[in-house]
């Protein structure tokens, strides 16, 4: 089966630097990779993702990178704000519609 | 607006009970999943249903099974909880099938102790 790792596991960055995240993944047939966010005591929510036709999508301060022979993808945040701070998942899709979630990284946005 | 409901934000069981978690989508979605989430291992998706009465096991299944009689409602059952069943259970629910990949959306999720 697909098998994701996500790295670094925590991050701190001070307010408007970048924070960039990356995932790896095994299955090269995988062709949807989604980010999401979870704010402390609340849901996940999809902030961006790629399908694999494209090498870069990009919403405001937010973007993702997919390189599929190299089999990863990374998350890049600028201009970092506190609203930030929380727990990013990336995931890859196996099959039809299985996610396989990264373990997270929690991101800490310092003022 | 999509929502996804868990019938408990909280829950405190003992070893051995059975416990059921419930979640229900109103927005018509036909894939409903079943996710546990634990510090350090991410989202792992225990089954996942694609139709009524349809149900696939996810990574984890082990100690869990699931029942889904209506559209909207996806049940997730501990026949026998463990204190290794100690997690935060979320359910999710997307539109849609292959080859077109749609938005999960998340229910807020039950944090369950068993004792």
């Known amino acids: 089966g697909e098998n994701v790792e996500q790295h670094p596991s925590t991050l701190s960055v001070q307010e408007g630097d970048s924070a960039v995240i990356k995932c790896t993944y095994s299955d090269s047939a995988s062709n949807y990779f989604p980010w999401y966010k979870q704010e402390l005591g609340k849901r996940p929510q999809l902030i961006i993702d790629i399908r694999s036709n494209v090498g870069e999508k990009k919403d405001q301060r937010i973007a993702v990178t997919l390189n599929k022979t190299a089999k990863h993808f990374s998350l890049h945040i600028t201009e970092t704000q506190p609203e930030d701070s929380a727990v990013y998942f990336c995931a890859v899709i196996q099959g039809a519609q299985k996610l396989v979630f990264g373990q997270g990284t929690r991101l800490t946005i310092n003022p | ?115």
């Open chain 2, 1 to 115: 607006d999509v929502k996804v409901t868990q019938s408990s934000r909280y829950l405190v069981k003992r070893t051995g009970e059975k416990v059921f978690l419930e979640c229900v989508q109103d927005m018509d979605h036909e894939n409903m999943f079943w996710y546990r989430q634990d510090p350090g291992l991410g989202l792992r998706l225990i089954y996942f249903s694609y139709d009524v009465k349809m149900k696939e096991k996810g990574d984890i299944p082990e100690g869990y099974s699931v029942s889904r009689e209506k559209k909207e409602r996806f049940s997730l059952i501990l026949e026998s909880a463990s204190t290794n069943q100690t997690s935060m259970y979320l359910c999710a629910s997307n539109k849609g099938a292959a080859p077109t990949y749609n938005e999960q959306f998340f229910g807020p999720g039950t944090r369950l102790t068993v004792l």
